[in-house]
């Protein structure tokens, strides 16, 4: 059941800390830096942690449950967490003054919960209404907020100053931070595993075709960002597939439009 507390998640506690560690530090800057990332040292450390722990807990996990679970059943996970990242986007389009964006956004989640058995089934997107991804780093943005030195949190991955705040309102946009502590954490686990096997396909590729994985990810994610702000007007290369394939098929961006980093477990939709 919900609780009518306001439950601090562990991962919401993760994010905070991360962002304020990463702010101290700012000092770990490099004497050649990127001028998009003076942290680039203290960065690639972050990185390369969770490029490990990617390797040996999260990617084991994803592909153990794909290797276990029928693809109906890993569907109905997706469009369950996706229907719940429709609450923040919904959120996020209003605050931008996007009406239409934040009505199709509404409106997913009315129908996908009652005619989509609590979104277990995607009716909206068949029915005509347009997934509009959005979050709190993307509104700041539009706000005209400047993104800051690009940030890699530990465990959440790809990131900047403005994007880490926007990590951490993104979680007050989420319904399962308002759940009991158990139902919460178990939620959270399963949307982690969900996102990361939908990447599957995406960070193979990405081991195989980038010379520098660091940089890699750094550039494709700083461009996709520009980009959906309207500051570019090119994605990044992910490579044969299509963008979708980068951002977990569209279907399970419950946190963001922001993509799950490869190299890190994924931060929730």
Known sequence: MLSHRRPRSPALSLASAATAATLLAGCATGSQANPDDPLEPMNRAVFTVNDKLDQYVAKPV??????VTPEPVRNAVTNFFSNLADVGNFTNNLLQGKG???????????????LGLGGLIDIATPAGLEKRSQDF??????????????????????????????????????????????????????????????????????????????????????????????ESTALPDYGEDDEDNADGKDKGDYKDSKPAAPAAAPAPR
């Not at 239409?100 to 009652?114: D, G, I, P």
């Open 62 to 67: 994803a592909q153990g449950y794909k290797a």
């Open 100 to 114: 239409v964006a934040a009505a199709e956004s509404f409106m997913r989640v009315a129908v996908n919960s009652v």
């Open 137 to 230: 780093g993307l509104t700041l943005g539009t706000w005209g907020v400047p993104s800051g030195p690009y940030l890699v949190l530990p465990l959440f991955g790809p990131s900047s100053f403005r994007d880490g705040i926007g990590l951490y309102v993104n979680f007050q946009f989420d319904p399962i931070t308002y759940a009991e502590p158990a139902v919460r954490n178990s939620l959270f686990a399963a949307n982690v595993v969900d996102v990361r096997t939908n990447l599957l396909g995406a960070t193979d590729l990405l081991s195989l075709a980038a010379l520098d994985k660091y940089a890699f990810v750094r550039d494709a994610y700083l461009q996709r960002r520009r980009y959906l702000l309207g």
